[in-house]
């Protein structure tokens, strides 16, 4: 009986020790898709995924996270700062027609200046919305643009370059592709 446990433990040890050939073998891609998903879920994520898969000796990209964080907060800052000029204003113009207690902010305003003002700041509120999702969007594609060229072969073995000629009596330029 101990000779019969001993065998069965054994050989499942065996067993269970073994890994699939498909599984050791499985290749990882890197995708575009993904590294733009990333970049829409965390901003930066879409970079960092990027430098994870980057060959050897290529330049990092974690450099792009915090001027991405930094844009984003920068637009994101103002965007709120206009919305609250805005109810400041409207509010202050409220007021007045209400007979309220004026802020002394808007106190040397008069009503038409309130609404020029106002006007003003809706439309800073706009562009501010419209800078930050911009910048939102530039470091969406920016990854998938950055994914999509991570393994593009940038050698010295590849060049082009051009060069002036003078052909059968006529001046020119002469554009010479090598790959080596």
């Known amino acids: 009986m101990k000779k019969f446990f001993f065998i ?53 990209a974690y450099w792009k996270v915090p001027i991405i964080y930094a844009s984003l907060a920068l637009t994101g800052n103002l965007f709120v700062n206009s919305i609250q000029e805005e109810k400041e204003i409207r509010t202050e113009y409220n007021n007045r027609d209400l ?28 562009m501010f919305g419209l800078l930050f999702g911009g910048v939102y969007l530039i470091q969406v594609i920016e990854a998938s643009v950055d994914a999509h ?5 940038i050698s010295p073995s590849i060049s082009m370059r051009f060069q002036p000629t003078y052909y059968f009596q006529t001046a020119g330029v002469q554009l010479t592709v090598d790959i080596k």
């Open 8 to 60: 069965v433990f054994f050989c499942s040890l065996n067993v269970f020790g073994q890994k699939n050939v498909e599984d050791s073998l499985k290749l990882y891609s890197h995708s575009p898709q993904k590294a733009a998903f990333w970049s829409v879920v965390i901003p930066g994520a879409g970079q960092i995924y990027n430098q994870y898969y980057s060959p050897k000796g290529r330049y990092g």
């Open 99 to 126: 007979g309220k207690v004026l802020n002394l902010k808007w106190s040397n305003y008069t009503q038409s200046d309130l609404i020029t003002l106002h006007e003003s700041a809706v439309r800073k509120r706009t």
């Open 149 to 153: 060229f991570l393994h593009f072969d």
